[in-house]
């Protein structure tokens, strides 16, 4: 691949990997009902309501799980995939290696919002620990279903909260032994 190539694909993943972000970002707060008039909420859904809208229209919610969100993630996933596939001269993928890849690189993005979302979180309880800053408090809003059930099994020790720590750890685990596993049995099992 050539270096225009290189760089074209650089730069489409990483628009890509922010804007499926954006996407997912809404559907976790949606899942965890985060304050909708928080203004990075906001933000959230005029960045995503043009290509989500139309989507809506034909996929509805269910038990409260939007649906309409997470297959603009996986289309826009697949969409990534093949171009990037197609630009390095690769050829095309078979279809459920692509859908199931596809959903594997969802997995990690969830996985990657919830990591630094937790430590930017643990930062800024050391730099400001009473801010009520609206990145913060939604921040706030999207780790507690994370890091409440660590909180029932390891109670604060000292006035010492580890839950952060020990949700990071999990993350990590499933960040680089869990999901790496599962990418690679996908890829045998469809390639």
Known sequence: MNLLAEISVFVLQTISYLYIMIVLLRFLFQLVRAD???PLSQAVVKLTNPLLLPIRKVVPGV???DLACL?????????VFIVITLMSGQGMVPPLLLIFYS??????VVVDIYFWGLLIMVIASWVAPQSYHPALLLLRQLMEPLLMPIRRLLPPMGGLDF?????GMLLFIAKNMLLP?????????FG
């Open 36 to 38: 909708f008039y928080n």
């Open 63 to 65: 038990f409260g799980i």
């Open 71 to 79: 297959l603009l993630a996986l289309v826009l996933q697949c969409l």
């Open 103 to 108: 959903l594997i690189r969802l997995l990690a």
């Open 163 to 167: 839950s952060p720590l020990i949700g």
């Open 181 to 189: 596993a599962l990418t690679l049995s996908v890829v045998r099992t």
